[in-house]
């Protein structure tokens, strides 16, 4: 028998119920949201409250409405009249600290109020320092690192006078055909959630005042991972349950860590585009969770719902976005052209644009802008490739290598391996190894795999073959001059992948096959009677079957930055053992996109022995019976979520409950044995899933619930507990969170597919 619900700490009060809210079954806790990350003290200075309030007094509506205006460097003088007569806000993209001080020196000493200005930026992986992308990133597993490098990015980009990123992109995505899948943490909400927080708390640093810290701005709010398929600023349907489980969770994370900013996605949901859509930004966002931060629209997106079709004109669409509570327009300029009118008209109420200055004033006094509103332009000379930042990012770029494949132990090369032949369009190519959405870092900090390769074994042992000028290149011309000097090498090394431009925004591929003539270039290889040692450096999961099965070894290095070359190297010789795990799933072929660990069961799921295509004979006849959901030529994914390989080989065993009912204010202790069986010491990034069996929405086969890495020594083995409170175990159902009674699987494994299992019920 279902009892009524416990209540779960409520920690925000719900006060609306959208249309579209079921009807909440018996059994099902009605309570609000647990938060699963909460902010011991603030990062905003609230003591601004009066300070902001005595300068709202004294603002006329024009400069009001000027706080909303976001302009760019390029708006040249433009820029500077706004900034005299106080009509701009925020500016985007001044990388040099004279000319921030030279504008902002405008806006503090000769605007009539003096309020200065924010110098916002895409950081997205880095500053100078460049790290791997988001993608790459999320393949460390590791939180504690991310957040490091997120302050260091905010340390270099704070020395330019830039204290508001556009990052963390906590867009999920199942999608690699989409350009932008390089900037976010994959297709797991709780992954991306955890990760995404880690990047606010280091941007934010304890105390925004702080003049190294800058403002996040957790982006794009919402769905837009899931554009239509993989077309950039495509058109989105997901459902609102679907939205609350999956695609707003690490937005929920990053707001739960004080995200000082949120920015809306150019997509139009079910019809309704996110900067206009006042479902999601005022009603979900801000009186569902409380959100009194700063909503910054993305470029142009008022006026884009024009061409949406959502609105009529910019004056329509300006209402829309104040209604919906969008505070800053970046670049359409929509806001100073209508406001003003919409107000007098009676449409827009002087409040509602009150409470937006008051947002960006609170944002403004507590990055401590009113007392320093300069950089110290003495700066960037310490903090730019500090040595102890270029240590990290070699750290984050080692941390997020993938190892795919590793016949007879290819990898690490041992001291028997003294040339090697080095090929592909990748081995030296410091800018490609930077990845999309690097405008500030600088290839002549790159060391590509190459320099690090000669610098680890010797120039003179190691040959030096490209082959291929690029990633496109369809001309083989070092072909025959590889052939003749393979006889020479031990090994040979491959780098192939992707050139930057290939991925990132508005970078969209219907293929994911190796670009130009690549695979012919690996295949060619495999006949050389050589190992070959495949190295892929991407913005995306490639569809690489072929490849993989043509190579001894196969490493994955989701575009890795500044210090890519000896990360690589490293990992090559055996310094660094891989710990990466993939946060995507690699399909095998597009047609199987969208493909992702979490999906649901569905009332046909396949159990992999379903008939093949070649198993059906010419003329069979249609049967109803036994048809299941899959696929007749493709069943499985190449790589599923979580996979990466190590230089130890680890077992689990084992799985221990502490009880086998709990009540969802309990915590489940789990305890499992995690056994390094090699000789090599490793780190297991170890991951625990649970399945919902049967709940009030169908729910996913497994869902990523908790991971940590874990160190053991060779031959080491551990008992491993991990605490999980069973209010994480919950689900959206329209506005309420909750947590079903009934039976839960539980799963641990080193990844999403080979996992050992126990049950446990929820009481209430
Ligand atoms: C992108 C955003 C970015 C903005 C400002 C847009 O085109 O979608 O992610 O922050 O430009 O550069």
Redesign the pocket.
Known sequence: MKTSAKTLAPLLILMFTPAFAQDVPQKIDNTSCKIAFSCETSVYDDSSGPFVDSILKKMTLDEKIGQLNQMHWEDGTLLEENARKGLVGSV?SITNPKDFNKIQSIAVEESRLGIPLINAR?VIHGFKTIFPIPLGQACSFDPDLIEEAARISAIEASAAGIRWT?SP?VDISQDPRWGRIAEGFGEDPYLASTLGAAMVKGYQGKSLSDPTSIAACA??FAGYGASESGKDYNSTFISPNRLRNLYLRPFHACVDNEVATI?TS?NDNDGIPSTGNEWLVKEVLRDEWGYNGVVVT??NAINEMVNHGYCEDARSATLKAVNASVDID?MSRAYMANIKHLIADGLINESQIDNAVKRILRLKYSLGLFKSPYCDETLPSTAFYAPSHIQKAQELAEESIVLLKNDFHTLPLGPEVKKILVTGPLADAPYEQLGTWIFDGDAQHSITPLAALRDEFGVENIIYEPCLEYSRDTKLEGLNRVKEKSSDADVILAFVGEESILSG?AHSLASLFLQGAQSQLIKELSQLGKPVITVVIAGRPLTIANEIAQSSAVLYSFAPGTMGGPAIVNTIVGRNNPSGKLPVTFPMTVGQIPMYYNHNNTGRPSDGTELRIDDISVGTPQTSLGNKSYYLDYQKCLYPFGFGMSYSDFKYSDLCLDKNEYQVNDSIILTFNLENTSDVPGIEVAQVYIRDIHAGLTRPVKELIHFERIALEANDKKRVSFSIPVDKLGYWLGNKYIVEPGKFDIFVGGNSDDCIKNSFNVLY
């Open positions: 985007m895409d556009f992109m982006k794009h920015m150019f993305d470029w970046m925004e």
